[in-house]
């Protein structure tokens, strides 16, 4: 084969691509770094040319060189007729062989090479931001690589064996401890040497995760200024780390939390607490006492009105456009945002309640200090009676709008007990003994307590149930009930001229079934923002005890319908509650989205509900 080869120096502006070039992915991968090396080392490989058109040689290989000298030309680094070191091909062989022949039998260098190729730097005196400038890279991307070149050389033999992965070997970083490296290591089963989650949680398992909720609330900043050390995981995206001293970073989490618990003591509750956390179980050695209910002063009622008005003309707008909805939507959120600081106005703490309850300073998933108010230790309950003239002040867990340790948003509480309201329909349809006591119920309360007339004026005023619950299409009871209710009116006669004389004939259990469907439609225990309803979801109450009502039976929390509309904190607290442990680490990590999607799946197996539900 006839290879003649030249080697010859060709300025920088006489040079061409040749768009023949076999390498068509990943040209401008690397360039900023191949550049850099450029400048410092200079060119270290020639580039391979033919001669061309008009005196100008074209690349056959080499043509990410080339570009990153242009580069150079560009900035001003380098001459634009700058000499090249050219090999000048002058015999037959196709150049596209010669280009595949570079691009293939070319072998990287192995990574853990690099590594110890850059130890070597430093521990020749070259420093970080040498290296980095030298090489075109950012000094973070130093540092990551000498940490790896740092680690155990038994692993780092292993990884060039591969048998351990690169995200394994980056996990091993977060210690220079070899002998601890080498133990964790052989420690570990074989799944989990390909998880680097159990080799960093293996590595760090008495130190303190840079998210936990007491490093977020005390701040890392405080905890290195009181003297606490920082294990560095450089290899986290989002900045993480390990606290080494936990029970510093204890002392400094209670020092803050006794400076909210004073604020709170100020209030004049009988007793104050701080808790690191508070949990579905600890709630459950309290009861809740309610606030009481309070008329709004003149103009904030105005204010309330408006804004209600407001909001349901906007839910009632058609738009020609995504930007309008949006805005519309977003106007729609702050209108409620406000209606739901205007209610709270409505509620408040009575000398009574705070004589005998207490609050409880504690920290959420997010570090975030959280004040739960109210709280009533068993050995004081019986100092408040339930139900007084002012209403009730004394609630379990379950009562109210409120989760324990969360406050729904208003158009959640809505959805809920739509669907609580959906399910109870049905029930009742199914149950006429239960419906007749019901309506006679509703009659005997119009007759004998609220009597409006002489003559019988009973009708059903039902509430649309679809506008209320967010995915009606997969709402079991509100599709039953639709059953139950084409079942009826094939029952009946289709002139209404003629139902006076078929009832008048009709069987006992025929209208007993006719009542009972048609009781079940007028039944609301929706509470919404602008109509709290709470004579109705008290009723719904009494109809779900009499019913033997469990909502599990036609509800599921899903991740679009329920756990989308809560915060990460709130959703977090829901899995723990439902697991009845904590949350596993990995958990916090985990974008909004994902956690809801988990939420769904793990709540289905375990038949959790809402509180709200329950």
Not at 52 to 77: E, N, S
Not at 594 to 608: C, H, K, N, P, Y
Request: aromatic share 6%.
């Amino acid at each position: 084969m006839n290879t003649a080869l030249n080697q010859i120096d060709i300025p920088l502006n006489k040079l061409v691509l040749w768009d023949g070039n076999v390498r068509k992915t990943g040209i401008e991968a690397g360039l900023d770094e191949l550049a850099a090396s450029i400048s410092t080392h200079g060119l270290l490989n020639p580039l391979l040319v033919r001669k061309g058109p008009k005196g100008r040689y074209a690349i056959v290989a080499g043509q990410r060189r080339y570009l990153a000298m242009q580069r150079l030309a560009k900035a001003g680094t380098m001459e634009k007729a700058a000499p090249v070191s050219c090999h000048l091909r002058s015999d037959d062989q196709d150049d596209a062989e010669l280009s595949l022949a570079e691009n293939v039998v070319r072998i990287a260098m192995h990574p853990a090479d690099q590594f110890d190729a850059w130890r070597g730097l430093i521990d020749g005196g070259a420093s970080v931001p040498d290296i980095a400038a030298r090489f075109g890279v950012a000094e973070s991307t130093v540092r990551k690589r000498l940490a790896l070149a740092r680690v155990s050389p038994a692993l780092l033999a292993q990884y060039r064996d591969g048998a351990i992965s690169l995200e394994a070997l980056q996990a091993f970083t977060i210690t220079d401890d070899h002998a601890l490296q080498d133990s964790v290591w052989k420690g570990l089963s074989q799944w989990q040497r390909d998880d680097a989650s159990a080799i960093r949680e293996a590595l760090t398992e008495t130190d303190v995760p840079r998210r936990d909720r007491r490093v977020c609330f005390v701040g890392l900043e405080a905890y290195e200024a009181a003297g606490g050390a920082v294990r560095r995981d450089l290899f986290d995206a989002e900045g993480g780390g390990y606290v080494k001293d936990a029970a510093l970073l204890d002392t400094l989490t209670r020092r803050k939390l006794e400076a909210v618990a004073d604020q709170v003591r100020a209030e004049g509750w009988k007793w104050v607490e701080t808790r690191i956390a508070f949990g579905w179980e600890e709630r459950q050695d309290f009861q809740h006492g309610r606030k009481a209910e309070i008329a709004l002063p003149d103009a904030v009622q105005a204010e309330a009105d408006a804004l209600e008005i407001e909001r349901e003309a906007l839910r009632g707008d058609d738009f020609d456009n995504e930007d309008d909805e949006a805005k519309a939507c977003d106007r729609i959120e702050a209108i409620e945002s406000r209606l739901g600081d205007i209610d709270d106005l409505t509620r408040v703490w009575t000398d009574e309640v705070m004589a005998c309850a207490g609050a409880i300073v504690h920290l959420t998933h997010d570090g975030t200090p959280d004040i739960e108010r109210g709280l009533i230790r068993k050995g004081d309950a019986a100092a408040l009676q339930r139900g007084d003239e002012h209403g009730a002040t004394v609630e379990d867990g379950s009562a109210g709008t409120k989760a324990p340790g969360q406050a729904l948003p208003a158009a959640l509480v809505e959805d809920l007990t739509a669907q609580k309201t959906a399910a109870l329909r049905i029930e009742l349809a199914r149950s006429p003994d239960v419906a007749l006591a019901a309506v006679v119920h509703a009659i005997a309360t119009s007759a004998f307590y609220h009597s409006s007339g002489s003559a019988l004026k009973l009708s059903l005023t039902t509430r649309g149930l679809q506008r209320s619950i967010k995915e009606h299409e997969s709402c079991r009871a509100m599709l039953a009930l639709d059953v139950e209710r084409d079942r009826i009116i094939a029952l009946l006669p289709e002139d209404q001229a003629d139902l006076w004389d078929w009832c008048l004939k009709a069987l006992r259990d025929d209208l007993l079934d006719v009542l009972a469907v048609a009781a079940a439609h007028s039944i609301d225990a929706v509470e919404s923002k602008a109509d709290a309803n709470r004579s109705g979801r008290a009723q719904g109450e009494a109809l779900a005890a009499a019913l033997g009502l469990d909502m599990a039976d036609w509800y599921r929390p899903t991740a679009a319908g329920y756990f989308a509309r809560i915060s990460k904190d709130a959703i977090l607290t829901d899995l723990e509650q439902a697991r009845q442990t904590p949350c596993a680490p990995a958990w916090f990590k985990m974008k909004k989205g994902e956690l809801a999607v988990l939420a769904e799946r793990d709540t289905a197996e375990r038949g959790w509900l809402p509180a709200l539900l329950r």
